[in-house]
């Protein structure tokens, strides 16, 4: 009986947040790290569909970071970053459609489906969803920025009950095709269906201090404070500057996760700790 009744106060307590969040879109970016440790990625699979049990409409996009760069390596192909942003030459640019298009992005469709949810693979050349453009620099090859994304696709799949699984791939006008991070994908995509949460899943346990001192809630002076100290870098500061975009175009929240935590995103949307790190304007 006080199993039941432990469990009883678990479900009070969710139902604010399940009331709340009802009929509205939680944008997820899962982490190629998640990828990593199939159990983790099933507890995320388990709870996704339970955000779609209880109506709420969860839009997934994925990474697949160290995936890609074992790939690139397998292939004799050297790995290059600036700030956190892949450089991508014409035969990295097959990888990641490979890695991140096909692999990783057909993975986390099945787990969605073996979990009970109904879930479709896209990126963004699907519907031309993601239209990007080369970065301002030139210096990067054939990694791009999202100019505008066409939301009717996903939302159709979301009123069908299916839970869209998309890849950070984009396309020009033209029909050529580019790497995008996934952090400012996830973002962009979130701004165009003027989501209720962004949250990102990565594999710390949030933004931390220049003291390394996890900061629950973050503002957008304090970013800018901590990316000139160093604190924040490297693929962290594509993640803050995503979450800061998205809520000024209208998200209503943004969070930087633990995905190592089992269960992270029902623990964040369903619960009065939460985790991580809150970004707000």
Known sequence: MERALELAKILIEA???IQNFHHKTIVIKLGGRLFEDQKLLSDCAQDIVLLKAVGIDPVVVHGGGPQLDRMLERLGIQAKKVDGLRVTDDATME????VLGGQLNREMVMKINLAGGKAVGLSGKDAMMMIAEPVEDGKLGAVGEIT?????LIQELSKSGVIPVISPIGVDEQGKIYNVNADMAAGAIASALH???????????GVKDKDGKLLSSLSAGVVNKLIKQGAISGGMIPKVKCCLESLRAGVNKAHIIDGRVSHSIILEIFTDKGLGTEIYL
């Not at 990888?95 to 490979?98: A, L």
């Not at 505008?148 to 009717?152: F, I, L, M, N, P």
């Not at 989501?195 to 346990?205: C, F, H, P, R």
């Open 148 to 152: 505008r994304v066409e939301c009717g």
């Open 15 to 17: 139902l604010p947040y």
């Open 195 to 205: 989501a209720e949460k962004l949250i990102l899943l990565t594999d710390v346990e």
């Open 95 to 98: 990888v990641v459609e490979m």
